[in-house]
């Protein structure tokens, strides 16, 4: 089978993407109000220890990726029922973001048609993305990333006259619970989520790669992401709390001497390609993952099925914007808690126990 | 809808199914039919319109229930 490698620069713009992806229009930090910011900073903290634990296990396994790793520390019958767990995070999480993207089309652009049709054009590209392997992900990111960081950052000067500062105060006021339930949420959605890239980081040059590019990705996404939270928080003030996208509002505000206006068009732009990353690597995560637990020599074939599953499934999934918005803030940190954290934990130990012998004996 | 549906799968057939039979790829012909056969009956059922459940209610009230509001 040919062997598929990207470079680190494109492993960076794929993270970046994967992390600002959904968050940029649903936004973090849920309760914590004008605290979302700091509420963000606590995530990124909270997110830095993990993030170690997981490039520590991509490079203790240079060349494998999630499934490989699972089935070769914790045994074959262990090993396996750990892997489907992962391939229906994998799943769920890709529906759920396809889902975000049909929610934001049917609310701010497309009212009257059918939310099921933007969700296949999503879901469509995705699976041809995957279907064209790992490596056209990669550099569709790279050529990407840089017009959406001039557009972020041209929106994000072009809103200064709205900014009012003090909305930002007053710093605190409702104590620190729930900044810290803030910056839960904010772990969850969207830092620790960059589990799924061990299943990706199988095809990196390098042993140190994987410390540079979850680094290096995660610090600029996290930079990126509180300014954004900055500049949402100045622009709407108290409103944050109550708005399902308040990036898309926040940016619509936007009137530069009554010509320059409605520019919110450049959110909708960077959330479909941030999308359209995060959908596709959820999708090449859970196709390697059945791939590699039915033993099959490619998953390239088993994509178009699954992806039309994925697509399916995200129709389903809610009944309303509103359960979206709870489930996302409210329920999803605990739910993907054990994906996120104590699953990598007990991999990571056995990891280091598996390693510590075979050196041993050799 | 529901002759869309089965007309967009025939195509599928055609364009997945019968490379791999040909190549005698059995494994991932195994795979693929059981997706498909799964995927074309959540197709046809929202065709028709009927209300699949979803995992997200009980997900969320176990966790509501464990963790409080």
């Not at chain 1, 999480?93 to 048609?113: K, S």
């Not at chain 1, 990333?145 to 105060?169: C, G, R």
């Not at chain 1, 589990?195 to 990706?200: G, Y």
């Amino acid at each position: 089978m040919y062997k598929e490698q990207i470079t680190d620069r494109e492993a960076i713009s794929m993270l970046l993407l994967f992390v600002i992806g959904s968050t940029l229009i649903i936004g973090i930090g849920g309760d914590a109000k004008n605290d979302a910011w700091i509420a963000g900073i606590a995530g990124i903290l909270m997110a830095l220890p993990i993030i170690l634990v997981y490039s520590r296990i991509s490079s203790l396994f240079p060349g494998k990726d999630l499934f490989d790793i699972l089935t070769s520390i914790l045994g074959k019958v262990f090993g396996k029922t750990v892997a489907v767990l992962y391939i229906w995070y994998a799943f769920h999480l890709g529906a759920l973001v396809i889902r975000n993207f049909g929610e934001f089309i049917n609310t701010v652009a497309m009212p009257e048609t059918p939310m099921l049709v933007p969700m296949l054009c999503l879901g469509l590209v995705c699976i041809v993305a995957v279907r064209a392997g790992i490596e056209v992900l990669g550099r569709i990111s790279t050529y990407l990333v840089f017009p959406l960081m001039a557009i972020i950052m041209i929106v994000q000067i072009l809103a200064i006259p709205e900014l009012k500062p003090n909305y930002i105060k007053p710093f605190l006021s409702q104590g620190i619970m729930p900044i810290l339930k803030g910056g839960f949420s904010a772990f969850a959605f969207p830092f620790a989520e960059t589990i799924l890239f061990i299943a990706v980081f199988f095809s990196l040059k390098t042993k140190r790669s994987p410390y540079k590019v979850y680094f290096s990705g995660l610090s600029i996404a996290g930079v990126l992401i509180l300014l954004l939270t900055i500049r949402n928080i100045m622009v709407l003030g108290d409103l944050l709390g109550r708005l399902y996208f308040p990036s898309h509002v926040a940016v619509s505000r936007i009137n530069i001497g009554n010509f320059l206006e409605r520019i919110e068009v450049s959110v909708a732009f960077v959330f479909i390609v941030g999308a359209f990353v995060k959908t596709g690597v959820c999708l090449f995560a859970a196709c390697r993952g059945i791939g590699k637990v039915f033993n099959l020599t490619d998953y390239k074939p088993i994509v178009i099925q699954t992806g039309l599953l994925m697509i399916y499934f995200s129709y389903i999934v809610y009944d309303s914007i509103m359960e979206m918005r709870n489930w996302a803030f409210k329920v999803y940190p605990y739910y993907a808690f054990p994906f996120q954290v104590i699953l990598p934990l007990v991999i990571w130990i056995a990891a280091e126990i598996k390693t510590r012998k075979k050196a041993k004996q050799c | 809808m529901i002759f869309l549906v089965l007309i967009v799968y025939a195509v599928l057939i055609l364009y997945e199914f019968i490379p791999l039979y040909k190549q005698k790829q059995w494994p991932e012909f195994a795979a693929n039919a059981v997706l498909g056969v799964l995927s074309l009956t959540v197709a046809i059922l929202l065709s028709v319109e009927v209300k699949i459940p979803s995992p997200s209610k009980p997900i969320s009230n176990v966790i509501t229930s464990v963790f409080g509001k």
